[in-house]
């Protein structure tokens, strides 16, 4: 298959799990391109271009730090393909990782990509359903309340403070739009700096404040679904348990310094998975990351949810063979059965 991954910049790219799935794409032997979010060509009445590398066929590495570096040291002048010559659109950039001077490059990937979806290439996520979820802490609101800690959406400090008191006076806030551990705050009895807190947070917009759970000292878990399904290969599940080394440090990202574990699927984990598959199916979110502390999901990733970097590290396959054979199945789908199939349908179809 032809298949082209789309991250927010080529040069800065860290080797992540968007660099193991492109390592598994190639060693599988596709026609593999890669491209920045600022790639995206359009002329009026004309498929759409992009501007991309393509990745050689004959690349000698041994770990996925040595096939990335090969292609990014690779200079030779991109090539400009059209929606004609892809199957596949691989959407891996995070627009809530984009810096000031970048806003352009929040929207217009996704934006782009609905507009390929609609010229026939399987675009993963499905771009509509992506731009639905693009503020994934509301889209994680859509979710049943029996599977979510409580929760409040708002720019008033009035509902803050009555929110904390109802809360037991302790809750986390966060920015509504943000990821990667940053600006969130644990407010506890003395409300420590919580107007300068309040004033940081909602000068990028809407704060969200959540009920804080104890259990998030022991960390967190990170569950990676697949077509609504928890993500198995070799009998393994790809479920990761995140703790912070630093015992005050409520929060458990990876990024933030919290070290990756390999975790059980518990029964309360399944509940979770049971309750929010059926929205992701129906919706076409592909790949997932679920963040759940105990019996409650507090989070939900599907712009570009991250973690399969780590699996091997702690005794667990990558798990980038199951996710590249999935997408060679919905390839192979779409050739069968043409546009009887919508992108939608495809995105979550095992």
């Not at 026609?31 to 271009?49: C, I, K, N, Q, R």
């Not at 009920?211 to 878990?221: A, H, Q």
Request: charged share 30%; net charge negative.
């Amino acid at each position: 298959m032809k298949i082209c991954f789309v991250i927010s910049d080529i040069a800065s790219e860290p080797v992540g799990t968007s660099v193991v799935l492109m390592k598994k794409a190639h060693e599988r032997g596709h026609t593999l391109y890669v491209m920045g979010v600022g790639d995206f060509v359009f002329h009026h009445d004309a498929p759409m271009s992009m501007r991309c590398k393509r990745v050689k066929k004959k690349l000698e590495y041994k770990t996925a730090e040595e096939f990335w570096t090969q292609v990014q040291e690779d200079n030779r002048k991109r090539k400009v393909i059209t929606s004609d010559d892809l199957d596949v659109l691989f959407l891996r950039n995070n627009p809530t990782e984009e810096t000031d001077d970048r806003h352009w490059a929040e929207h217009s990937g996704i934006a782009f990509a609905r507009m390929i979806q609609q010229e026939g290439v399987l675009v993963l996520n499905d771009a509509f359903a992506m731009s639905h979820a693009f503020i994934d802490k509301l889209y994680f609101e859509e979710l049943p309340s029996t599977i979510k800690p409580d929760s409040l959406i708002t720019r008033s400090m009035e509902d803050l403070n009555k929110f904390w008191e109802d809360s037991g006076k302790k809750m986390v806030l966060k920015p509504l739009e943000g990821s990667g551990g940053q600006d969130v705050y644990l407010i506890d009895k003395d409300r420590k700096n919580l107007n300068q807190i309040f004033e940081t947070i909602s000068e990028k917009g809407y704060v969200i404040a959540q009920e804080f759970l104890p259990e998030v000292s022991k960390g967190d878990v990170r569950i990676i679904l697949m077509n609504g399904k928890v993500l198995e290969e070799d009998g393994e599940k790809a479920v990761i348990r995140r703790v912070n080394s630093d015992k005050t440090e409520f929060r458990s990202n990876l990024a933030l310094g919290a070290k990756a574990k390999k975790a059980k699927l518990t029964k309360e984990m399944e509940r979770i998975v049971a309750v929010t598959a059926p929205k992701l199916i129906a919706d076409g979110l592909f790949f997932v990351g679920l963040d759940v502390v105990d019996d409650k999901l507090i989070e939900i990733n599907v712009l570009s949810p991250g973690g399969l970097d780590y699996c091997e590290a702690i005794g667990l396959p990558n798990f980038t063979t199951t996710v590249i054979k999935a997408i060679e199945r919905k390839v192979e789908y779409k050739k069968l059965y043409g546009d009887t199939l919508t992108n939608k349908e495809l995105a979550t179809m095992d």
